[in-house]
């Protein structure tokens, strides 16, 4: 019943920045956190960000530094600023949404993906 909806990928050139957003819609108040992940073509999906309803976050090494997420709780929505842009960024971003109870349970809710490519 969770719906998450990204917008924001395109074309960019290294160095440069893009911004990507994420709204939910549904029964997000079982969600706990939400994050962004990536997957570039041949490779595993991979954590970029997450960030709890509390607002503490976690970081990739790989984009420490570089990426932010954020979230609007009154918008449903979160965001992820990317700055200082590297050709090894280019992947689809897909937006998570997570609901976690117990232990060592959680249930796992995605967007479409965006595509976010960085290239001259």
């Known amino acids: 019943q969770v719906q998450l909806v990204e917008s924001g990928g395109g074309l960019v050139q290294p160095g440069g920045s893009l911004s990507l957003s994420c709204a939910a819609s549904?029964?997000?108040?079982?969600?706990?956190?939400m994050g962004w992940y990536r997957q570039a073509p041949g490779k595993q999906r991979e954590l970029v960000a997450t960030?709890?309803?509390?607002?503490?976050?976690n970081y990739a090494d790989s984009v420490k530094g570089r990426f932010t997420i954020s979230r609007d709780n009154a918008k449903n929505s979160v965001y992820l600023q990317m700055n200082s842009l590297k050709p090894e960024d280019t992947a689809v971003y897909y937006c998570?949404?997570?609901?976690?109870?117990?232990?060592?349970?959680?249930?796992?809710?995605w967007g479409k993906g965006t595509l976010v490519t960085v290239s001259s």
């Open positions: 549904g029964s997000i108040f079982s969600i706990n956190a």
């Open positions: 998570n949404g997570r609901s976690s109870w117990g232990v060592d349970y959680s249930m796992d809710y």
């Open positions: 960030i709890t309803s509390g607002g503490s976050t």
